[in-house]
């Protein structure tokens, strides 16, 4: 069922961008296919995100990157290993600003580019590059592990602000920032971000943790796709966001199912980007999930996605102590083995 042909409205604003449905293609190998990408538009997808371009792939020399990669190759060559060369990268840059300037041709809804780094440096000027091919907007994704124990949390947001500075100087297109969960006082850093210009935050980025492989003592990547209960810790920010915020606020990881989906918009989610669902049961799934999504508004006599957004958010839900320390004591003294 195309969700454009039922009496509910799907609409959603985003970054200032109108958008069908808030239901957002994420950043993944999808946006290879344009024909995938035409039938999710096709199912109801409100915009697509585009695989990220790294900092690595813009810049040969890196202090931080020398620093990584030569202090362990005395010693260990296989270190080298770790860091993938320019072809293990689906896309170099200029291929990259020529898969842009195809897909606007091809769709309708908005695409919005991605670049993921995590140190300020001559990189950032490639989203001036993106917004000249044609991006609608730009997913600035930060993707920064700090293993440096002389760095400390002001370092490390200073070096967000700095990076977002330096590419909303660039462009003029709308903005967001992919972050991750682990800032001391989130919504000082969201409120923060939202004053240097960017339009946008989505929560969160998923950190991928590695494995060890004890036999052959070496340190493997590891890929799982996301599942519904990494939902929670997006629902509980969301919450606790909205209304605090001038900044779109989107949601990515956790969404599988319809419920899912409820309760990001009633949290406050603007849009709600999708990956793993895809990922794992293929397009049918999502075009089911917005379908399911509709009928459930119409079952619970909402008329549009506007009349759902926040309405269980810290600042509306009954009980706003649930987002709180009040939760952690319910818990534990509800528990019983």
Known sequence: MNPMNTSKSLETTYLGLRLSTPFVIGASPLTENTETLLRLEADGAGAIVMHSLFEEQLTRESAATEEIIDLPADSFGEALSYFPTTSDYAVGPDEYLDRIAELKKALSIPVIASLNGCTPGGWVSHAG???????????????????????????????????????????????????????????????????????????????????????????????????????????????????????????????????????????????????????????????????????????????????????????????????ERANYLKILQLWKA
């Open 129 to 323: 590059l993106m917004q000249e091919a044609g991006a609608d907007a730009l997913e600035l994704n930060i993707y920064d592990v700090v293993t440096d124990a002389d760095t400390s949390s002001e370092d490390v947001e200073k070096r967000l602000f700095d990076i977002i500075l330096s590419v909303r100087e660039r462009i003029h297109i709308p903005l967001c920032v992919k972050l991750a969960p682990f800032y001391t006082s989130l919504p000082n850093v969201v409120r923060r971000i939202g004053l240097l210009g960017a339009q946008g935050v989505v929560l969160f980025n998923r950190f991928y943790q590695p494995d060890l492989d004890i036999e052959e003592l070496a340190v493997e990547p590891r890929l799982f796709l996301s599942t519904s209960s990494e939902l929670l810790l997006r629902l509980r920010w969301l919450a606790i966001l909205h209304g605090t915020t001038t900044v779109s606020l989107g949601l990515s990881g956790g969404v599988h199912k319809c419920g899912d989906a409820v309760k990001a918009i009633m949290s406050g989610a603007d849009i709600i980007q999708i990956v793993s669902l895809i990922l794992r049961h293929g397009p049918p799934a999502f075009s089911a999930l917005v379908t399911d999504f509709t009928a459930w508004m119409t079952a619970h006599e909402y008329e549009s996605v506007a009349q759902m957004r926040g309405c269980l958010s810290h600042r509306n839900c009954p009980d706003p102590a649930g987002f």
